[in-house]
């Protein structure tokens, strides 16, 4: 059964770095691309980037490149979206997901990870 | 504001079909399979149609998806309470290096 397993809500600070997770089972990690979504308060869905395990290779929506960093270890199935220096306004859920054969088509998602920046 | 347009709102009686439009253009629709995702509150989305109309397994086939041209819709035949959620359409954009995109979601209730 796959599976993507993500780590728990948290709440930081403004101006505070962050690092959440998405573990992968069930699957072969290396060979799928998995993405990373936000869900602000109350609004819809957002497409932020995708990387693909093997090797990688990763792309950005132009509105999250510089904002955030998508990274992979491939040693332990596990992907990471991360922040040097957090805004109130990245307060959001951030689902991570496993895509199919097109880059818009998310097969399995995590459940999700509430991230609140706030002071 | 996004590139992908979908309505607001939507509402239907038990049993009646209702249909969910995604507008958008060349670069994204026109030339890219278009996937739909329902979502409950408090919940991960899943993955509802893709390749523009192929169910995954386990989906209903009161759900279907089509496209022509620049825009895709969702088609819920035989409308049930349980249908009640938020639907959103997803693309490829081939647009300034290529990027995924939602349309804005769709709010569908069960009257």
């Known amino acids: 059964e796959v599976q993507l397993v993500q780590s728990g809500a948290e709440v930081k600070k403004p101006g505070e770095s962050l690092k959440i997770s998405c573990k992968g089972a069930?699957?072969?990690?290396?060979?799928?691309?998995i993405a990373w979504v936000r869900q602000m308060p109350g609004k819809g869905l957002e497409w932020m980037g995708i990387i693909y395990p093997g090797d990688s290779d990763t792309r950005y929506s132009p509105s999250f490149q510089g904002q955030v960093t998508i990274s992979a270890d491939r040693s332990i199935k596990t992907a990471y979206l991360q922040w040097s220096s957090l805004k109130a306004s990245d307060t959001a859920m951030y689902f991570c997901?496993?895509?199919?054969?097109?880059?818009?088509?998310?097969?399995?998602w995590g459940q999700g990870a509430l991230v609140t920046v706030s002071s | 504001q996004s590139v992908l347009t979908q309505p607001p709102s939507a509402s239907g009686t038990p049993g009646q079909r209702v249909v969910i439009s995604c507008s958008g253009s060349?670069?994204?629709?026109?030339?890219?399979?278009v996937n739909w995702y329902q979502q409950f509150p408090g919940t991960a989305p899943k993955l509802l149609i893709y390749n523009d109309y192929q169910r995954p397994s386990g989906v209903p086939d009161r759900f279907s998806g089509s496209k022509s041209g620049t825009s895709a819709s969702l088609a819920i035949s035989g409308l049930q309470s349980e249908d009640e959620a938020d639907y959103y359409c997803a693309v490829w954009d081939d647009s300034l290096n290529g990027r995924g995109m939602f349309g804005g979601g769709t709010k569908l209730t069960v009257l």
């Open positions: 060349s670069s994204n629709i026109g030339s890219n399979s």
């Open positions: 069930g699957y072969s990690f290396n060979t799928y691309w």
């Open positions: 997901a496993r895509l199919g054969n097109n880059w818009a088509q998310f097969e399995y």
